[in-house]
């Protein structure tokens, strides 16, 4: 299993010479696994992942899961070359947002005045599909994508990703957008529970989170200590907000680490292989 972050910002994206190391882009990972491309999230950083694909000169296969379908999550799709190409295949899942499916929800963004282009110049081979909280996707019979329900403004999904290859079995948490109560959220438990990486929202200092709180978003606080109670080998900081830059970041980073030594921070071009 690979894991490589397109875009790690939350928000908006923030690029700029006080960014550069972080990067600037919102929302999108890629993971390889039992040879099967999975994308996590449109945001802006699905557009050099895009470009990547279409690099390698073969036609695109992959399935992209959706934790909600806030700005800074799928502002990017429209910018996503293979979805423009007829030889792509691509299998979304995303949640139900009230009479809009999934296709619903990515259409009324390409629509006037918001965009130009409508979704139908896009020419790839789409399978629209409805995920809800508790879901069990199955890719191939050696990996699945469990979708559990996060605390977030207008509801989102947590994901944990599991593979089997050559008799050894890896997990990946992909939990961004949640907020913590005064107890551990069991669904994030459940996606993170002895993971390789638990990729979890850090949006806020413990500080900032004081003045923002019931707007959906975490600390790298409330982070090690789930990352803890899950028992995750490793716990990468997501979602930085779109003011932080370098160099906060690597504050936060020594001060989770005080807390939680297999702590790490999450940045574009971020490759991990278990």
């Known amino acids: 299993m690979k894991v490589r972050f397109w875009g790690v ?6 690029p700029g010479p006080s960014t550069v190391r972080m990067g600037g ?17 449109s945001g802006s950083g699905i557009r050099p992942l895009g470009n990547k694909l ?20 799928i502002q990017g799709w429209p910018f996503f070359t293979p979805a423009f190409v007829p030889t792509t295949r691509l299998r979304v899942f995303a949640e139900r947002k009230g009479e809009m499916g999934p296709k619903d929800v990515f259409s009324g963004i390409m629509v006037p005045p918001y965009f ?8 790839a081979q789409f399978e629209w599909n409805e995920v809800k909280d508790g879901d069990v996707v199955s890719i191939t019979p050696n990996l699945t994508v469990t979708a559990r329900k996060l605390n977030h403004p207008n509801s989102a999904l947590g994901y944990r990703i599991e593979s089997t290859e050559k008799g050894r079995k890896r997990a990946v948490a992909y939990i961004t957008d949640t907020e913590q109560g005064p107890e551990p959220d069991p669904n994030v438990l ?14 806020y200092t413990p500080p900032e989170y004081e003045s923002r709180k019931g707007w959906g978003h975490s600390t790298w606080a409330e982070g ?3 990352a803890a109670l899950a028992k995750a080998k490793r716990f990468m900081i997501f979602h930085h907000d ?6 906060d ?15 790490y921070l999450a940045y574009e071009g971020l490759e991990l292989s278990f």
Do not use: Q, W
């Open 54 to 73: 279409m690099k390698e000169g073969k036609p695109v296969r992959a399935c992209l899961f959706m934790s909600h379908c806030h700005h800074d999550h």
């Open 116 to 123: 130009p282009v409508p979704i139908s110049v896009m020419r």
């Open 224 to 226: 090690v200590k789930l």
């Open 242 to 247: 779109h003011t932080h830059t370098d160099k």
């Open 9 to 14: 910002r939350g928000s908006i994206p923030s």
């Open 190 to 203: 459940e996606l993170a529970r002895n993971v390789e990486a638990m990729i979890y929202d850090c949006c």
């Open 25 to 41: 882009n919102t929302p999108c990972i890629e993971v390889v696994a039992d040879n099967e491309t999975l994308i996590f999230d």
């Open 249 to 263: 970041m690597d504050k936060i980073l020594a001060e989770a680490r005080k807390e939680h030594k297999a702590t």
